[in-house]
């Protein structure tokens, strides 16, 4: 094996690495924002409703903005660090496709299948958004309530599609020298997405990815050498 792809494989992996630990971190951050919803889930629950609000309730304290910036802020921090664990993912793919790419270029694929899903989401949707907004009642406010239903289904899919073709590479990881563990967290990530389609244990989706992540960074450390 040439020096030059054991340098994609080591720089393969440090990515995988990052990337695994920016995600964990995020999933963190998210437990954070939920413990700061259940916290002020009083106030929340006491907001107007259909312009009623029940004089009980209105005796509760009022959700402010301190209390508004405590719950977005970890969602969106949550968000930003796990733009980062994606964007190491897709560099990931990237030198691990060079190393090996009849074997691992799948992942590459994926990733830029999310990354489309993702553009789709960021741009597509307040585009249309605010093509409904200025819209006149009549057809076209309905077509473009139809369009922007038709881009939510399509960037999902995309978003599917890709994180399954990403856990493929990572199973197919398992066939290189020193890897063999990568099979297992393959199957884990793969199998955690089809359950989060399953509403009653998509919970269980969830935690199987959380676990996937772990693994992801325990082997790539364990590739290159780092500690784990």
């Known amino acids: 094996m040439q020096a030059a792809q054991l340098e994609h494989l080591r720089m393969g992996l440090s990515d995988l690495r990052k990337g695994a ?8 951050m998210l437990l954070v924002a939920m413990m700061a919803m259940l916290s002020f ?17 209105m005796m509760l304290p009022k ?14 921090i949550a968000l930003l660090i796990g733009l ?9 793919t990237g030198h691990l496709k060079r190393f090996d790419a009849p074997r691992l270029g799948i ?3 994926g990733m830029t299948l999310q990354l489309i899903g993702l553009i789709a989401i960021i741009v597509g949707l307040p585009a249309t958004i605010f093509s ?16 922007m239903l038709g881009i939510a289904l399509v960037a999902v899919a995309l978003l599917i599609v890709g994180d399954l073709l990403f856990g493929v590479m990572l ?12 099979k297992t967290a393959g ?13 009653l244990i998509s919970f269980v989706g969830l935690l199987l990815d959380i676990v996937a992540q772990i693994l992801i960074y325990v082997y790539s450390g364990r590739g290159i050498g780092a500690p784990a």
């Open 107 to 109: 992942g590459r694929t």
């Open 63 to 76: 959700l402010g903005l301190t209390e508004v910036l405590l719950i977005l802020l970890p969602l969106l």
């Open 187 to 199: 199957i884990i990530y793969v199998v955690g997405p089809i359950l989060t389609l399953i509403p």
């Open 84 to 92: 980062m664990g994606f964007y190491y993912f897709f560099r990931s």
């Open 21 to 28: 630990l920016f995600n964990l971190i995020g999933y963190a």
């Open 171 to 182: 199973i197919r990881m398992g066939e290189v020298e020193g890897l063999a563990e990568f």
């Open 132 to 147: 409904i907004a200025i819209a006149p009642y009549g057809s076209f406010a309905i077509y473009a309530l139809f369009g």
């Open 41 to 57: 889930l009083p106030m929340i629950l006491q907001l107007p409703s259909l312009g009623y609000i029940p004089y009980s309730d």
